[in-house]
């Protein structure tokens, strides 16, 4: 059954953190203002420690309307533990990720319009472009829709396609990003919708020219490194809260 407790903003933060818990809510501003948002589709989780409970969004609010002490706290079938309301149900299927990976600290799920548009392909995301190295030999792919992912089935078929990789191209679907932090998870997350909008463009005027392997390799490992996935996060959060 599930639980609802109401806890002031500090009993929230003395579990989040009141730092961590202000870069959950840039985040998810980051999501929006990046146009990650699609209604009420899509979610963004924060693992609690070295457990398997979660934070994230009540169902009904969206990335823009992320503060600090609207973050909830659920356990691993998606009960709440902290904060007002429930959770989106589809977060269950990120709870098989963080137990099929323990390195994973944070997951960003979003169907934008051109990752939506190149998951109808029926192909794995191409990795053609210097700034979508990340990517490189980084992101597995599910070459079949198991339907929406509210279930343990779509959550292992999921977890099972990421296959050890930061990320995941859903056919029918989206993306799932995971991360070694908050800041990682949304940078990929980002970076991702730039690089399927790219693909669409050049698939538009003709076949695209794969990338020397050895030269996207040392590409991916130097777009990783935390001080530029960091330095970004910080960047596109002080854009988000200050647009135009």
């Not at 003395?14 to 979610?43: K, M, P, T, V, Y």
């Not at 098989?96 to 799920?109: D, L, M, Q």
């Not at 079949?144 to 056919?171: H, M, N, S, Y």
Request: hydrophobic share 45%; charged share 20%; aromatic share 6%.
């Amino acid at each position: 059954m599930e639980t609802t407790k109401t806890l002031a903003l500090d009993e929230i933060a003395s579990g989040l953190g009141q730092d961590l818990a202000e870069q959950f809510a840039d985040a998810c501003r980051i999501l929006h203002a990046q146009g990650h948002g699609a209604g009420l589709a899509g979610q963004l989780t924060l693992r609690d420690g070295d457990s398997n409970r979660m934070y994230t969004l009540a169902l009904g609010q969206g990335f823009d309307e992320a503060t600090p002490d609207g973050v909830l706290l659920v356990d691993e079938r998606v009960n709440t533990l902290r904060g007002t309301g429930r959770a989106n149900p589809g977060v269950l299927f990120h709870n098989w990720i963080y137990a099929r990976y323990p390195e994973v600290r944070s997951i960003a799920h979003t169907h934008p319009p051109a990752l939506s548009a190149l998951s109808m392909l029926g192909r794995p995301m191409p990795v053609a472009h210097m700034d979508a190295a990340m990517f490189h030999d980084d992101c597995g792919f599910l070459g079949r829709w198991p339907g929406v992912p509210t279930g343990d089935e779509e959550g292992q078929l999921i977890a099972q396609a990421l296959d050890g990789k930061r990320c995941a191209f859903l056919v029918n679907h989206g993306i799932v990003c995971t991360g070694r932090s908050l800041q990682e998870a949304i940078y990929l997350n980002v970076f991702a919708e730039r690089n399927a909008r790219m693909v669409l463009d050049a698939l538009a005027a003709g076949a695209i020219q794969p990338v020397e392997p050895a030269a996207a390799a040392e590409a991916h490992d130097f777009l990783l490194q935390p001080s530029i996935v960091n330095a970004t996060f910080a960047y596109w959060a002080r854009q988000a809260r200050c647009p135009g």
